[in-house]
């Protein structure tokens, strides 16, 4: 079976498509009634966003890098976990690369995590 979309859960609703969209991003101008007859649909339905969509129409990925020499030494693994818990506060996720201290891997780091795969990039260099 197709995974289902907006407009599914907009006619099972019977409702329009933006009206399912204000839900979904929990637009305040949406009577309690409605949200709850979109949030059946969507729950019959078994919907869920599409994130690679959401992150095309955007401009963003919700992914930022973090790099790091190496994770088994105290600091830099203190470090990724206070950027991993501050980033889920954020609702994004941390891509750790380990660059183990070497400068070409920093650098090649930095020019692979283009802005088409990351909204951006923290250096920890040595």
């Given at each position: 079976m197709a995974r289902p979309r907006i407009k599914d859960v907009?006619?099972?609703?019977?409702?329009?498509?933006?009206?399912?969209s204000n839900v979904l991003n929990d637009y305040v101008h949406v009577?309690?009634?409605?949200?709850?007859?979109?949030?059946?649909?969507?729950d019959h339905l078994g919907y869920r966003v599409n994130l690679a969509g959401r992150h095309l129409r955007s401009g963003r990925?919700?992914?930022?890098?973090?790099?790091v020499p190496e994770l088994?030494?105290?600091?830099?693994?203190?470090?990724?976990r206070h950027v991993v818990r501050e980033a889920e506060r954020r609702s994004l996720t941390v891509l750790i690369h380990q660059s183990g201290g070497d400068r070409e891997r920093e650098r090649a780091a930095l020019a692979g995590f283009?802005?088409?795969?990351v909204?951006?990039?923290?250096?920890?260099p040595l």
């Open positions: 907009a006619r099972h609703a019977g409702v329009s498509e933006k009206t399912v009577s309690e009634r409605t949200r709850r007859v979109v949030q059946e649909a969507i990925t919700g992914v930022i890098a973090l790099v088994d030494v105290p600091y830099f693994a203190e470090l990724a283009g802005s088409d795969f909204d951006g990039v923290i250096l920890s």
